[in-house]
């Protein structure tokens, strides 16, 4: 087996804790994805399995060896990082020469002068490599170019270039996309993604990029202060989250959350309409009901939820209406398609609706529950 | 090109301060072009003098005919008296003795004393004081600003306090241990005290930190170690600041006067330009101004080229604009 184990890792920063016993297995040759807000730990653990930070207890395993105490450069992983990290000073070439340098060259044939001499034959055997991996990134009119010179984009191809040359095992990738401009991260995430399948190498990509998170990743794992709340398919945590933060972290717009009362064993109320159910262990307790914007639909019936458009976003293919209720402290979210967009102002009223199988229940910790009966969800509209 | 009145007042303020730094540099260099008699007279003659022809004593005085040199003379002219044959041939050690002032000064500056040892020392010392100060400074700068380890904020605060210290207060101890070694008159007490500068440290740990940690993190991935990360990453990183850092350290050990004065006792071969410039001074004949600006220009000279070829660098790093 050669996938990566991180093991019951545990780190704080002074008094913050940091990491909080996190485990984590990432498969041979997948494509994980590492989310949360900042300060969630993300960037903190993918340096541990790096090996530029330490854990304070935990292992790290790799390719089923142990790795927990190896130097950065001895576990064979490569990283591409925020900033890109290129070395200012050495054009694109050398930059893409340097890994392979320290690693393939004895001390002796490093050394200035009569290292090139004694060890020719080697470094054009290395600059081939770094011609072949520039050639696969488009990279070769770049080659003789220094980091100053060159566009973002064409640093992060650099930057890549740098990790690829060296044939890492795997491949950490710090919020990579996050200094380029929109148009060119959304470019670069088809990109990466097929250089994923063209590699077949295992990427760890850390981002606090919801859809990054969503497009690119075989699986993905989110977390929050400190602890992986769920890991999984990004389409199972998308209509499946566990937990209301996940819920709430992964989504745009946001998932509406209302609140509602449990009144029965069988029916919890939110705004004045019943959804029946088992609620039998939440008896007295409050319960959230999550449904995400485009879940809900606008409806003629009047004997729905209503509210008052208060704002109206055009994302072009789509429109999203802010929506206020009574009884609701939130702005409602809601998603239109364009036609139906066209009479509806601010200040109109709309009624809307939902289908009781697209409703997520939260118990008061923020736990996900189920209180529908597996075998006979229905699309029943609550109103 | 648009002048507002606080922009005139401003150029104005700093042409003024501009002229004061300059006077004393217009002063030497011209003084270094005239003769002792236009100096002493204060006649006005311009910047570059009149080079009205001067005789050179000295000169004169190490070519004064000899006794014999009169007497062999003498026979191919025997109608003249010994006394004028003396005086034609004094005349014609003074013809060729007769130069313009510029080359005179000039010529002394290099003929007094041995002008050119001088500089040599002077660069012998500097340059060792320089690169013994980056080797220390680099890797103590890196560990300050990038490592983290028990005690760090404690040895940059020891840092920042020898930063107070005055040279003259332990200029007295430190010459007592040269001293009990034996090392004074050498080169090593010239430049041992120096060797560990503590402005170096705390202007290359201020650069340093502007230096983004991925770049070093970047360089343990590919699978260096730190003191490879010191040479090959921050070092080309941080030639700006080197080089401002270069300019401090050079200026004040090439001009210094004090520590050698005090270490440096007897041996000659052994002065740097400063203390040198003490042999071109008065003696019972009275002081030759112009051979000691010539001096003066001569030793001035290399730093301000060193500058005017440095300056736009050496700017960027005073200002530490950082790297992006």
């Known amino acids: 087996m050669s996938g990566i184990f991180l093991k019951k890792i545990n780190k704080s920063f002074g008094n913050?804790?940091?990491?909080?016993?996190?485990?984590?297995?990432?498969?041979?040759?997948?494509?994980?994805?590492?989310?949360?807000?900042?300060?969630?730990?993300?960037?903190?653990?993918?340096?541990?399995?790096?090996?530029?930070?330490?854990?304070?207890?935990?292992?790290?395993?790799?390719?089923?060896?142990?790795?927990?105490?190896?130097?950065?450069?001895?576990?064979?992983?490569?990283?591409?990082?925020?900033?890109?990290?290129?070395?200012?000073?050495?054009?694109?070439?050398?930059?893409?020469?340097?890994?392979?340098?320290?690693?393939?060259?004895?001390?002796?044939?490093?050394?200035?002068?009569?290292?090139?001499?004694?060890?020719?034959?080697?470094?054009?055997?290395?600059?081939?490599?770094?011609?072949?991996?520039?050639?696969?990134?488009?990279?070769?009119?770049?080659?003789?170019?220094?980091?100053?010179?060159?566009?973002?984009?064409?640093?992060?191809?650099?930057?890549?270039?740098?990790?690829?040359?060296?044939?890492?095992?795997?491949?950490?990738?710090?919020?990579?996309?996050?200094?380029?401009?929109?148009?060119?991260?959304?470019?670069?995430?088809?990109?990466?993604?097929?250089?994923?399948?063209?590699?077949?190498?295992?990427?760890?990509y850390v981002t606090h990029d919801q859809a990054e998170a969503l497009t690119m990743s075989n699986r993905l794992a989110v977390m929050m202060d400190g602890n992986i709340l769920q890991l999984g398919k990004p389409r199972e945590i998308y209509e499946n989250p566990s937990d209301i933060r996940v819920a709430e972290f992964i989504g745009s717009p946001k998932i509406n959350i209302f609140s509602c009362n449990v009144i029965k064993s069988n029916q919890v109320e939110i705004c004045g309409f019943k959804i029946q159910g088992n609620f039998q262990h939440f008896m007295d307790k409050k319960i959230s009901i999550g449904i995400r914007p485009e879940h809900l639909s606008l409806t003629n019936d009047r004997n729905c939820i209503k509210g008052i458009i208060k704002h109206r976003e055009n994302l072009g293919s789509d429109f999203f209406m802010h929506v206020e209720s009574p009884n609701i402290e939130k702005r409602i979210i809601l998603r239109v398609s364009p036609e139906e967009a066209l009479n509806l102002q601010v200040d109109a009223k709309v009624n809307f609706n939902f289908s009781q199988k697209y409703a997520l229940f939260f118990n008061s910790a923020g736990k996900r529950v189920e209180v529908f009966d597996p075998n006979n969800i229905t699309n029943k509209k609550i109103a | 090109m648009n002048f507002s009145i606080g922009q005139t007042i401003k150029h104005a303020i700093l042409i003024l301060g501009a002229l004061i730094v300059i006077a004393p540099f217009y002063t030497m260099v011209s003084y270094s072009f005239k003769s002792q008699r236009e100096i002493e007279t204060g006649a006005d003659t311009g910047f570059f003098g009149s080079q009205e022809v001067i005789i050179d004593e000295f000169c004169v005085h190490r070519g004064q005919p000899e006794r014999e040199e009169v007497k062999d003379t003498l026979e191919l002219y025997p109608e003249k008296t010994e006394r004028d044959v003396y005086n034609i041939l004094l005349d014609e050690v003074k013809k060729n003795c007769t130069k313009k002032p510029v080359f005179f000064n000039y010529q002394s500056a290099f003929t007094f004393a041995p002008l050119l040892r001088y500089l040599l020392n002077g660069v012998i010392v500097t340059v060792s004081i320089f690169l013994i100060q980056v080797i220390v400074a680099l890797p103590a700068a890196y560990a300050l600003a990038k490592l983290r380890f028990w005690g760090r904020d404690f040895a940059f605060s020891l840092v920042l306090f020898c930063l107070l210290i005055p040279v003259h207060a332990i200029a007295l101890p430190l010459y007592i241990m040269l001293a009990k070694v034996g090392l004074t008159n050498t080169y090593a007490a010239l430049i041992i005290p120096w060797t560990i500068s503590v402005f170096g440290i705390f202007l290359m740990r201020q650069f340093f930190m502007t230096v983004p940690d991925d770049l070093i993190d970047a360089g343990r991935m590919d699978g260096m170690s730190e003191f490879s990360i010191i040479w090959k990453v921050m070092l080309p990183t941080a030639i700006p600041a080197l080089l401002a850092f270069a300019i401090f350290s050079v200026v004040a050990h090439w001009n210094d006067y004090f520590w050698p004065r005090v270490v440096i006792t007897g041996e000659r071969n052994l002065f740097t330009p400063p203390i040198g410039m003490r042999e071109y001074r008065a003696d019972s004949d009275g002081t030759f101004y112009g051979p000691i600006m010539a001096v003066s220009t001569v030793i001035v000279t290399p730093l301000i080229v060193a500058f005017m070829l440095a300056q736009k660098r050496f700017i960027e790093g005073i200002t530490l604009s950082g790297m992006k």
């Open chain 1, 16 to 204: 913050t804790l940091v990491l909080n016993n996190v485990d984590l297995e990432i498969y041979e040759g997948e494509f994980l994805t590492l989310v949360g807000p900042s300060g969630c730990g993300k960037s903190t653990l993918l340096r541990i399995l790096a090996g530029l930070e330490s854990s304070d207890s935990g292992e790290v395993f790799i390719g089923g060896a142990d790795m927990t105490k190896v130097k950065p450069a001895d576990r064979n992983l490569a990283m591409v990082f925020q900033s890109y990290a290129l070395y200012p000073h050495l054009t694109v070439s050398e930059n893409m020469l340097t890994p392979l340098k320290l690693r393939h060259l004895s001390t002796l044939e490093r050394f200035p002068l009569i290292g090139p001499f004694i060890s020719r034959e080697k470094r054009n055997e290395l600059t081939e490599r770094v011609r072949k991996t520039a050639k696969i990134l488009k990279l070769e009119s770049f080659l003789k170019r220094k980091p100053g010179q060159l566009s973002g984009g064409q640093r992060q191809r650099a930057a890549l270039g740098r990790a690829m040359v060296r044939n890492p095992v795997g491949f950490l990738m710090d919020e990579p996309l996050s200094n380029l401009d929109a148009a060119l991260r959304v470019h670069m995430r088809s990109e990466l993604s097929e250089l994923h399948k063209a590699l077949g190498s295992t990427f760890v």
